[in-house]
């Protein structure tokens, strides 16, 4: 059995590399689900999600089931999702619109807050004690919930910093996500890409911000799109959407490492930022002016030039403001993970954005796409290889002690750094090892 406590599971951690068995050991994974995402803020949902009293959207933290619900004076709740009786789910994953929660299965019905409205028959517990006026007979809110901007996130841990605080250095990629809607607001309009890989949730979220693997892993699908276009698009012709969004996965080494890393507390950062992949895409007709006409000529050009690649909110949440694009991370089992990518709609902007973003989220981001199958395949060999026994260390040593200390609470580095890594393994060793409050 594996030792999951404090100075065994601390010493997996070094500040140059990590040890092999934090992606492979079940046992570490069910610590994991305990102590990260059971303690810290995890992402839920976007309030457009459920824009209407009664609106609901069921998900999970970790293993436990919870769900989100538009109260009638339109706050969000989070509740567990969990019938007081015996224990069923009140509703299935996923989105739907209720009066009340009504149980499948002996039919206890709760107000929209959770608190208990009937029970059949409720006279039969008359004599135990048990009925109505007893807190134990309501679905509980969980321990803190919190809105930023419209994200909904949610902790299992009455104790821990306040949502904001915690957001330090990556709520600003939210911001500008938001700020490049022309009403300052976002909406969901369509059911996200779901899909499950075998592999460890970890490698998805150290990807993200890995600015090593894109001319290598997505070389070969990027240079069949450029050789593609080549042929059929005139020089001087401008090139069709979906090649401006492909062929920057294979710029240069050099561009990549000019993109820059910016790594905060609690695990966070982000890639990019003056300029990204994202930075070069065409002008779309009417949105320029439509920003301008909210913000002003100079606050437009701020907005837009702001250009974050892959932005982490530590453990849950991954998100490309440029491209209003987010994945959500689910980890199922030590080799599991589910992710589900959303687009987002910005309100009062033409037409043409959401459809790049859709664009961008089936080409790019779905298992059936173009780039994601090349970084599932890597996966696929990080999980299987890192089962040899020939070496017991992954290594993090790129860029060390060459972090620059930032004014806003953060370090930066050069592009190719395994900063980021080091600082969510930082986090991931302080989760898995502080005491519960
Ligand atoms: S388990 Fe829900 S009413 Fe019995
Ligand atoms: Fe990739």
């Known amino acids: 059995m594996t030792d999951v406590e404090g100075p065994a599971i601390a010493s997996l951690i070094q500040p140059d590399r990590v040890h092999r068995t934090i992606y492979t050991d079940a046992a570490i994974f069910e610590a994991e689900m305990a102590r990260i995402f ?26 436990r089931p919870v769900v989100m619900v538009r109260q009638r004076d339109g706050a969000i709740v989070v509740l567990h999702n969990r019938c007081a009786h015996k224990g069923a789910l009140l509703v299935p994953r996923g989105a739907g619109n209720v009066k009340a929660f009504r149980c499948a299965y002996h039919g206890w019905c709760y107000h929209l807050d959770g608190q208990i409205m009937t029970i059949p028959r409720e006279s039969g517990y008359a004599a135990s004690g048990f009925g109505k006026h007893r807190r134990e007979a309501n679905m509980p809110p969980v321990a803190r919930y919190g809105v930023y901007r419209g994200f909904v996130f949610a902790s299992l841990a009455a104790e821990g910093p306040a949502l904001e605080d915690w957001l ?5 990629s939210i ?29 998805h979220v150290e990807n993200l911000n890995d600015l090593l693997h894109p001319m290598v892993a997505h070389q070969s699908a990027t240079e069949a799109g450029r050789r593609t276009a080549s042929r059929h698009v005139e020089p001087g012709e401008k090139a069709p959407m979906a090649i401006e969004i492909l062929a920057p996965f294979s710029n240069s080494y050099d561009f990549f490492e000019e993109m820059g890393l910016h790594a905060f507390p609690y695990g966070h950062s982000y890639s990019g930022g003056r300029t990204s992949i994202h930075a070069a895409y065409s002008d779309i007709p009417g949105y320029h002016e439509a920003l301008e006409r909210t913000y002003g000529e100079a606050r437009t050009q701020e907005i837009l030039s702001t250009n974050r690649h892959n932005t982490v909110v530590y453990p849950s949440l991954t998100l490309k403001g440029a491209i209003q694009t987010i994945r959500v991370v689910k980890p199922i089992a030590v080799d599991c993970t589910e992710i589900e990518s959303w687009t987002f709609r910005l309100k ?9 973003s859709v664009l961008y989220n089936n080409l790019i981001n779905s298992s059936a796409g173009l780039v994601q199958p090349d970084d599932h395949e890597a996966y696929l060999r990080l999980q299987h290889g890192l089962l040899s026994e020939g070496l017991d260390w992954v290594s993090m040593h790129r860029h060390l002690g060459e972090e620059q200390q930032d004014g806003d609470g953060g ?13 969510q393994y930082r986090e991931w060793q302080r989760l898995m090892t502080e005491e519960a409050a």
Request: aromatic content about 10%; hydrophobic content about 35%.
């Open 38 to 63: 059971e303690r810290t803020w995890i992402y839920i949902g976007h309030e457009s999600q459920i824009p209407a009293a009664g609106g609901y959207y069921a998900t999970t933290i970790g293993r």
């Open 168 to 172: 330090v250095g990556v709520g600003g």
């Open 175 to 203: 911001d500008n996500m938001i700020d490049r809607s022309p009403e300052g607001a976002l909406e969901i309009v369509a059911p996200p890409l779901r899909y499950r890989m075998r592999v460890n949730w970890k490698f």
């Open 348 to 356: 009062g902007a033409p037409d043409e954005l959401l459809r790049r």
């Open 411 to 423: 370090r930066s580095a050069t592009g190719s750094s395994d900063m980021v890594f080091r600082n």
